[in-house]
T-cell receptor
């Protein structure tokens, strides 16, 4: 049972336009959410995060929005650039007695077309 | 150059053989994670350590997998005996946290193929 779901395996966006990647979660204990970016043959690299006490976090071209009532978050990239082509993973964590770990979605392959 | 280092990058082995994957976390990080990536399951958390103590290994098949941290600079993941279904990319990640959400920095992974 997937607790973090990315329902779009792939997304194609034209260069310069906005890319919107979506993520849904089911575990109400999750209180911290992250986006990772992964290129082929490399490990995931951290992109941006958001705590459940916020509904928006912005870093340059990247903005993450969190809708707690809908258990939904999204990553906006604007403007999209060719180097943004990668697999994007949504991840979530819940603090449990001081222990921690990330639960990942299966990823969305973003393709930026020139 | 602070990064998580994993060895080997690639490993091909025969079914039944022992496999050991190694990870050097980023200096100063106190939390080490092992993840496995497969096409079917995506990225799954296998186990993690904080201050070298195992905190959660519920994601790991106990009968054949073992994870250890002999010291603060080395984490190992061992599979004995290996099976074809263990074929995957295994990622090590490290971070710093004490009961708070830990941002994880990933290594480049070990691609394991069991034939």
């Amino acid at each position: 049972d997937q607790q973090v779901k990315q329902n779009s395996p792939s997304l194609s966006v034209q260069e310069g336009r906005i890319s919107i990647l979506n993520c849904d979660y089911t575990n109400s204990m999750f209180d911290y959410f992250l986006w990772y970016k992964k290129y082929p043959a490399e490990g995931p690299t951290f992109l941006i995060s958001i705590s459940s006490i916020k509904d928006k976090n912005e870093d340059g071209r990247f903005t993450v929005f969190l809708n707690k009532s809908a258990k939904h978050l999204s990553l906006h990239i604007v403007p999209s650039q060719p180097g943004d082509s990668a697999v994007y993973f949504c991840a979530a964590s819940a603090v449990r007695g001081g222990a921690d770990g990330l639960t990942f979605g299966k990823g969305t392959h973003l393709i930026i077309q020139p | 150059d602070a990064r998580v280092t994993q060895t080997p990058r690639h490993k091909v082995t025969e079914m039944g053989q022992e496999v050991t994957m190694r990870c050097q976390p980023i200096l100063g990080h106190n939390t080490v994670f092992w993840y496995r990536q497969t096409m079917m399951q995506g990225l799954e958390l296998l186990a993690y350590f904080r201050n070298r103590a195992p905190l959660d290994d519920s994601g790991m098949p106990k009968d054949r997998f073992s994870a250890e941290m002999p010291d603060a600079t080395l984490a190992t993941l061992k599979i004995q005996p290996s099976e074809p279904r263990d074929s995957a990319v295994y990622f090590c990640a490290s971070g710093f946290g004490e009961g708070v959400n830990t941002e994880a920095f990933f290594g480049q992974g070990t691609r394991l193929t069991v034939v």
